[in-house]
């Protein structure tokens, strides 16, 4: 397993469009999370996937905001009407329920979908 | 969001010399975590800490879980051209479980050779 893959790794979209990114998390990875980071800032919980359940989402989550993750493998979260307040790195992470969270099953990030909003 | 206050923001450090970087919180966290990121990339785990009080290394990198749980600490030893980076502490409420992460809001480290 090469780890956490997202993709697009960058997308730059014009103000009002739709954009989706896509995770596809380590295979035996039951839990997925969605994090959104701003320039100069550490990452920041959005939500997060037990199998294909959404069982939490932050209050940064806006309306415009949609993710799923319909077979519990892969997810895809959607922006819709995008605003430029929406540039940032949206990073993907998984890990296995109940593993130490350094351990073998422990969190791990992709590389992350860097978004431009213009 | 919430983010845990990291300091020093940033620091420029000569090849060879020791580096601190700390991090504290208004609320206790179970598990205490550092990541470091490199430009376009995600966080990497560096170092996870489980218990209050717990001290634990990794090659050149030693961090510790405060007694309070409300706050850590990253030594880096001998530093090296490639620790430059971002360090991010990260914290997490609930024991035992994978659960969200609270991220600082970084120490950005640059190494002079």
């Known amino acids: 397993d090469t780890g956490v893959s997202q993709d697009p790794r960058h997308k730059i979209t014009k103000r009002g469009q739709n954009v989706t990114f896509r995770c596809d998390p380590i295979?035996?990875?039951?839990?997925l999370y969605w994090y959104r980071q701003t320039l100069g800032q550490g990452p920041e919980f959005l939500t997060y996937?037990?199998?294909?359940?959404?069982?939490?989402k932050s209050r940064l989550l806006s309306d415009r905001f949609s993710a799923e993750r319909p077979k519990g493998s892969f997810s895809t979260l959607e922006i819709q009407r995008t605003e430029q307040g929406d540039s940032a790195m949206y990073l993907c992470?998984?890990?296995?329920?109940?593993?130490?969270?350094?351990?073998?099953?422990?969190?791990?990030f992709g590389s992350g979908t860097r978004l431009t909003v213009v | 969001g919430q983010q845990l206050n990291q300091s020093p923001q940033s620091m420029f450090i000569q090849e060879g010399e020791d580096v601190s970087m700390n991090c504290t919180s208004s609320?206790?966290?179970?598990?205490w975590l550092w990541y470091k990121q490199d430009p376009g990339e995600g966080p990497v785990l560096l170092i996870a800490?489980?218990?209050?009080?717990e001290l634990t290394s990794n090659g050149r990198l030693t961090a510790q879980f405060g007694i309070t749980r409300k706050d850590s600490f990253l030594n880096i030893s001998a530093s090296i051209p490639s620790d430059v980076g971002i360090y991010f502490c990260?914290?997490?409420?609930?024991?035992?479980?994978?659960?969200?992460?609270?991220f600082g809001t970084g120490t950005r480290l640059q190494v002079t050779l």
């Open positions: 295979s035996e990875h039951n839990r």
């Open positions: 996937f037990q199998n294909e359940a959404q069982l939490e």
């Open positions: 992470a998984s890990n296995r329920l109940g593993s130490p969270t350094g351990g073998n099953y422990g969190y791990t």
């Open positions: 609320s206790i966290f179970n598990t």
């Open positions: 800490l489980y218990k209050a009080g």
């Open positions: 990260a914290g997490q409420s609930q024991p035992g479980t994978a659960s969200k992460l609270t």
